[in-house]
């Protein structure tokens, strides 16, 4: 569903006098529907980076995305157009950021809602939904109704998590997704992204912690291993 | 794969009379200034595609061309050259009864068009919410009123009904409906860019242009005036412009945004990739700037 060949991102700093920021380099791989990816990597390997360019948040250096898109059919992401990539962004793919990018006074359950009323789903349908996640996630009702700005580390991860699964994506990238999370939230989490994946859910993710990544990821991505 | 609802082509605005060194599409002037003739380049060959329900920005600092380029959109400013297309098929009436107009395909200039033409789409069509309220609205007419007025130039004729949308639209855009009745000079600024919103949307436009709505407001104020332009275009799917030269509100509204500087677009991309993965080292600046 998704083969990636020797992609490399370099920021090129234009205020650090032209400075140049590797990001990561040479990154192939090919991923089946319905497999999981676990990037795995010291901090500052480009995991992040690479989640980003396969999202388009960043152009890619060099290198190709093909992915075999439901509406699209074969995109070369790393060269579409940007509709295309707004399009597709909205019915095929989620992203758990690892921090949330707070809506400023919107309510835990419209943030979760929001993706899957853009996707075309009725209001009423989707807060529904939208609270079924929630309660499953560990999120206590009386939150429901909060502005995510006030919520813990926790919380807002788990709200995150959410709303990047309400419309069962078909590609899922995961940053961390897990890394502010106690024990039994991230089981929960984890059962939640599981069971996504039983649905034919794609996913690739970055995770500091190898233990949790076994758990999710069928291959694992190494970067500490490439530059070794 | 959907159309674009308004294709713009190499729209270019020079005040003053122009010459061939200033006219010309390959150059550019530190403020503007053209070094032969003396005129001030606004805008220079900018060409973009605004969709169906798409939220476009532009940003770029004082000075860099974005109320030119809006106000050439909605006929405010006459472009000195350049092309704007419109595709639509839909309701709102501006194709009916418009003599010797084949209709909104997509085919045709619309700087070219007559002004009558002209007048119907900036009625029917488009919508603009401006900085200073003093543009948008008569400040000494009540709200209602304004708002009424301008369902008339859309041909309304039934008073009472349309004073009942008015109402409709000031609640919408909560104002309280007991201020109906008074004129928006007494109005706190934030009441009066929220009373120009609904002035702008009372005739259904398909695409609005906001152009610094929120700039001349407290930061409290102008969060709830960007909370009620999100939900208008989550309830409406009205496609906008929105003008700013505040990186934080085209975070929060945009899809996609334009990068201008000295009258041009220097870079445009998907909003999130501007902002985190900008190219041109004037956009590095903008964003690092704003942190
Ligand atoms: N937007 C950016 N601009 C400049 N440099 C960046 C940017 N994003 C990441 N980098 C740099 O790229 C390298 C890889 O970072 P990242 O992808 O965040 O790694 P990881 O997620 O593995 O910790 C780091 O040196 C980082 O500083
Ligand atoms: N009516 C006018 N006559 C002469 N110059 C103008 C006029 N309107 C705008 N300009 C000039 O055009 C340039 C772009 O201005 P403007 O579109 O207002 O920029 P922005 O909205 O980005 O601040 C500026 O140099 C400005 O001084
Ligand atoms: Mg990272
Ligand atoms: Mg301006
Ligand atoms: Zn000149």
């Known amino acids: 569903m998704i083969k990636v060949k020797d992609l490399s991102k ?7 006098n032209g400075k140049v920021i ?15 990816m676990g990037i ?24 190709s995305i093909m992915y075999e898109s439901s509406g699209f059919g074969g995109v070369d992401l790393a060269r579409a157009d940007d509709h295309t990539v707004i399009e597709i962004r909205k019915s095929e793919m989620g992203f758990i950021t ?3 990018h707070i809506i400023p006074r919107v309510s835990a359950l419209d943030v979760v809602a929001e993706p899957l009323i853009g996707a075309g789903v009725e209001r009423e349908n989707a807060l529904k939904k939208a609270a079924g996640l929630l309660s499953e996630l560990g999120i206590p009702e009386r939150l429901f109704d909060a502005y995510p700005s006030t919520f813990s580390g926790g919380e807002k991860q788990r709200i995150n998590i ?3 699964v309400i419309t069962k994506p078909r590609l899922l990238f995961m940053d961390e997704p897990t890394a502010s999370l106690d024990e039994k939230s991230t089981a929960t989490a984890l059962a939640v992204l599981n069971a996504l994946k039983a649905g034919g859910t794609t996913m690739i993710g ?13 291959v694992i991505y190494d970067l500490d291993e490439m530059e070794a | 794969m959907r159309k674009p609802v308004l294709r713009v082509r190499n729209v270019t605005k020079i005040f003053g009379k122009g010459c061939r060194t200033c006219l010309d599409d390959g150059s550019v002037f530190e403020g503007g200034i053209c070094p032969d003739c003396g005129s001030i380049t606004g805008c220079k060959n900018i060409s973009f595609d605004l969709f169906p329900n798409e939220i476009l920005g532009i940003v770029g600092e004082s000075g860099s061309g974005k109320s030119t380029l809006v106000r050439m959109l909605y006929f405010d400013v006459e472009p000195t050259k350049g092309e704007m297309f419109i595709e639509f098929e839909g ?10 107009f084949t209709g909104l395909t997509g085919e045709n200039n619309i700087f070219k068009t007559g002004s009558f033409i002209k007048r119907q789409l900036k009625n029917f069509f488009f919508g603009m919410v401006y900085q200073s309220a003093h543009l948008g609205l008569n400040l000494d007419v009540t709200a209602g009123g304004n708002i009424v007025e301008r369902m008339l130039m859309a041909n309304g004729r039934n008073i009472e009904k349309m004073r009942a949308r008015a109402s409709m639209l000031l609640a919408r855009t909560e104002i309280p409906v007991e ?20 002035k702008a949307i009372a005739n259904d436009p398909a695409i609005l242009f906001l152009d610094e709505v929120t700039s001349g407001l407290d930061v409290s104020v102008q969060a709830k005036v960007l909370d009620l332009i999100r939900k208008l275009q989550n309830e409406t799917g009205v496609s906008m412009l929105v003008v700013s030269h505040d990186l934080g509100v085209i975070r929060l509204l945009t899809n996609r945004t334009l990068v201008m500087k000295n009258g041009r677009v220097v870079e445009s991309g998907l909003t999130d990739q501007i902002l985190e993965d900008p190219q041109q080292e004037y956009t590095q600046v903008l964003v690092n700037s704003a942190l």
């Open chain 2, 179 to 198: 201020r109906m009745d008074s004129p928006p000079k007494n109005f706190s600024g934030g009441m009066q860019q929220r009373v120009q919103i609904a």
């Open chain 1, 162 to 164: 959410a709303r990047a």
């Open chain 2, 91 to 100: 309701k709102n009436g501006v194709s009916a009864g418009l003599p010797g």
């Open chain 1, 40 to 63: 795995k990597g010291k901090s500052g390997r480009g995991k992040s980076s690479i989640l980003k360019c396969i999202y388009r948040t960043y152009i890619p250096s060099t290198g």
């Open chain 1, 10 to 16: 370099e920021f090129i700093m234009h205020i650090l």
């Open chain 1, 22 to 36: 590797e990001g990561f380099k040479n990154v192939s791989f090919e991923l089946e529907k319905g497999r999981a």
């Open chain 1, 206 to 218: 970055a995770f500091h912690d190898i233990r949790l990544m076994k758990q999710i990821a069928d």
């Open chain 1, 98 to 100: 690892q921090f949330l």
